[in-house]
C-alpha cells in the first residue's frame, strides 16, 4: 500500500486554465505538507497543515489555494496557471514534528 | 533565516568513496536529514543526524556534523553505479516542523 499517494502524476494543461491536485496519506499522520521542485530541482515548501489547521505558508500567489478536508488529505488548486508554475509538486506527511515522507510527485506543465 | 548550500555536481568512479558536502546557517536546526532522489523518483529518506551528535554510521553512509562550522557531510563507501542521484540536504529548524532543502548535488557514478 502506498504511504504517501499524489495524483495525478502528470498533468499538461494550457495557460489560464484551473487544476487540482490531490494527496492522501494512510500512515495516520497529523501534519501534511506540498513542496515544488523547479526545473534547476531546488525544492522548495509551499504549505504545511497540521489537524487541518494552516500552520506554514511560505511566499506562494494567491492563485494556489490548498484545501485540506481532514487529516488524511491535503489538495492543492492552482487557478489561472503560467507558465512558471511548470514543476513537480511533492506532497509529504509527517507526525508533527518527525520524518516526512514524500509521495512520489505530480509533475505539472503548462503550455 | 535558513539557507542551505551544495555543490551542484560530483563525479566520482565505481568502487571509490563519495563526499558530499551541505552548509546550514540556521544553528537552531534540531535534525539534519539526507535525502536521495533518482530521475523521476520522489524523495527516499536515507539517514538522519541529531544536532547532538557529530557522527552516525549506517552501512555504506556515515554522516559526519560540525555543528561549530554548521557544516553537513554525506560520505558513501564502496561507490556503486546505482548511487548515482541528486542528494538532498536538509533541515529542521524551529517549532513548526518545517524542512528546509538544500540545493541538492548531482552524483555522477563513472565505471
Known amino acids: 500500500d502506498t504511504a504517501v499517494s499524489q495524483t495525478p502524476k502528470y498533468l499538461v494543461t494550457q495557460m489560464g486554465n484551473d487544476k487540482s491536485i490531490k494527496c492522501e496519506q494512510n500512515l495516520g499522520h497529523d501534519t501534511m505538507y506540498w513542496y515544488k521542485q523547479d526545473s534547476k530541482k531546488f525544492l522548495k515548501i509551499m504549505f504545511s497543515?497540521?489537524?487541518?489547521?494552516?500552520?506554514i505558508n511560505e511566499t506562494v500567489p494567491n492563485r494556489f489555494s490548498p484545501k485540506s478536508p481532514d487529516k488524511a488529505h491535503l489538495n492543492l488548486h492552482i487557478n489561472s496557471l503560467e507558465l512558471g508554475d511548470s514543476a513537480v509538486y511533492f506532497c509529504a506527511s509527517s507526525q508533527y514534528g518527525g520524518e516526512l515522507f514524500f509521495g512520489e510527485g505530480s509533475r505539472l506543465t503548462v503550455l | 533565516g535558513e539557507d542551505v548550500e551544495q555543490s551542484l555536481f560530483l563525479s566520482v568512479r565505481e568502487g571509490d568513496s563519495s563526499v558530499i558536502n551541505c552548509t546550514y546557517t540556521?544553528?537552531?536546526?534540531?535534525?539534519l536529514y539526507w535525502y536521495k532522489q533518482e530521475p523521476g523518483a520522489g524523495l527516499q529518506l536515507l539517514t538522519y543526524i541529531f544536532s547532538n551528535m557529530d557522527m552516525k554510521q549506517d552501512q555504506r553512509l556515515t554522516v559526519l556534523l560540525n555543528k561549530k562550522d554548521k557544516h553537513l557531510s554525506l560520505r558513501i563507501a564502496d561507490t556503486q553505479t546505482g548511487d548515482s542521484a541528486i542528494y538532498f540536504c536538509?533541515?529542521?529548524?524551529?517549532?513548526?516542523?518545517?524542512?528546509?532543502f538544500g540545493t541538492g548535488t548531482r552524483l555522477q557514478v563513472t565505471l
Open positions: 540556521d544553528s537552531s536546526s534540531t535534525y
Open positions: 497543515y497540521n489537524n487541518k489547521e494552516l500552520i
Open positions: 536538509a533541515e529542521i529548524a524551529g517549532t513548526a516542523s518545517k524542512l528546509t
